[in-house]
T-cell receptor, first 113, second 112 residues
Framework: DGGITQSPKYLFRKEGQNVTLSCEQN?????MYWYRQDPGQGLRLIYY???????QKGDIAEGYSVSREKKESFPLTVTSAQKNPTAFYLC????????????FGEGSRLTVL | DAKTTQPPSMDCAEGRAANLPCNHS???????VYWYRQIHSQGPQYIIH???NNETNEMASLIITEDRKSSTLILPHATLRDTAVYYC?????????????FGTGTSLTVIP
C-alpha cells in the first residue's frame, strides 16, 4: 500500500549525539515536510521541501538539518546544536497542485537522555 | 502563525453529534478550510476541507458560514474512537510556501 514510513518509531540517544530520522514515501509526492510536536502542543514546521535537491527552513529549523536527494526520501538530522530535542517528530507530504491535503507518517518519538 | 481559533476542549456523548467550531475571521478569498484530527501519539489524519460551500464525506460534514469567518466540523454520530485532537487550518491550496500552520486544536472527548 502507498504511504509514508517513518523510522524508527522510538529512539533514545545521549545528549550531544546527532540523530537521523528516516522518512520515505511511495506516493510519488513532490512536497515533503518535517514537523515537531511537544506534549500538549500543536505541530511546528521544521523544514519542508517542494522538489528534489531543494528545501526551505520552517519556523524552528535551528539545530536541525535535512537533505532531499531522492523524491521518495526526506531524512531529518537532529544535531547536537538542538537545545531541547526530545519530542515527537512527524513527516508529511502533499501531491502537486491538488487541493492541499497533507499525508502524515506515524511519527518518531525521540528521547534524549 | 495559525490563523484559526478553536476551543481547547469539548466533550460529547457517544452516539450524539459532535459540533466543533473554528473561528477564522481573517481568512482570505483563496484560502480553504481544512480539518485534521490526531489520535494520541499518531500522525494527524485528514478529515475534510472546503472553500465556501458545505461539504460532506464519509467521516464528517463541514459547515462554513456565508461570510467564511467561521466553520463547524460535525461528526454526526460520535464514537469512542473519535476521541482525538481536532485541528482547523486555513491556507491556499497551492501556497508557494507550502506551509500548513497547526494550532493547538480542540481536544474532543467522547463519553460513553
Amino acid at each position: 500500500d502507498g504511504g509514508i514510513t517513518q523510522s524508527p518509531k522510538y529512539l533514545f540517544r545521549k545528549e550531544g549525539q546527532n540523530v537521523t530520522l528516516s522518512c520515505e514515501q511511495n506516493l510519488n509526492h513532490d512536497a515533503m515536510y518535517w514537523y515537531r510536536q511537544d506534549p500538549g502542543q500543536g505541530l511546528r514546521l521544521i523544514y519542508y521541501s517542494q522538489i528534489v535537491n531543494d528545501f526551505q527552513k520552517g519556523d524552528i529549523a535551528e539545530g536541525y538539518s535535512v537533505s532531499r536527494e531522492k523524491k521518495e526520501s526526506f531524512p531529518l538530522t537532529v544535531t547536537s546544536a538542538q537545545k531541547n530535542p526530545t519530542a515527537f517528530y512527524l513527516c508529511a507530504s502533499t501531491p502537486p497542485r491538488n487541493t492541499g491535503e497533507l499525508f502524515f507518517g506515524e511519527g518518531s518519538r525521540l528521547t534524549v537522555l | 502563525d495559525a490563523k484559526t481559533t478553536q476551543p481547547p476542549s469539548m466533550d460529547c456523548a457517544e452516539g450524539r453529534a459532535a459540533n466543533l467550531p473554528c473561528n477564522h475571521s481573517t481568512i482570505s478569498g483563496n484560502e480553504y478550510v481544512y480539518w485534521y484530527r490526531q489520535i494520541h501519539s499518531q500522525g494527524p489524519q485528514y478529515i475534510i476541507h472546503g472553500l465556501k460551500n458545505n461539504e460532506t464525506n464519509e467521516m464528517a460534514s463541514l459547515i462554513i458560514t456565508e461570510d467564511r469567518k467561521s466553520s463547524t466540523l460535525i461528526l454526526p454520530h460520535a464514537t469512542l474512537r473519535d476521541t482525538a485532537v481536532y485541528y482547523c487550518i486555513v491556507r491556499p491550496p497551492w501556497d508557494t510556501g507550502n506551509q500548513f500552520y497547526f494550532g493547538t486544536g480542540t481536544s474532543l472527548t467522547v463519553i460513553p
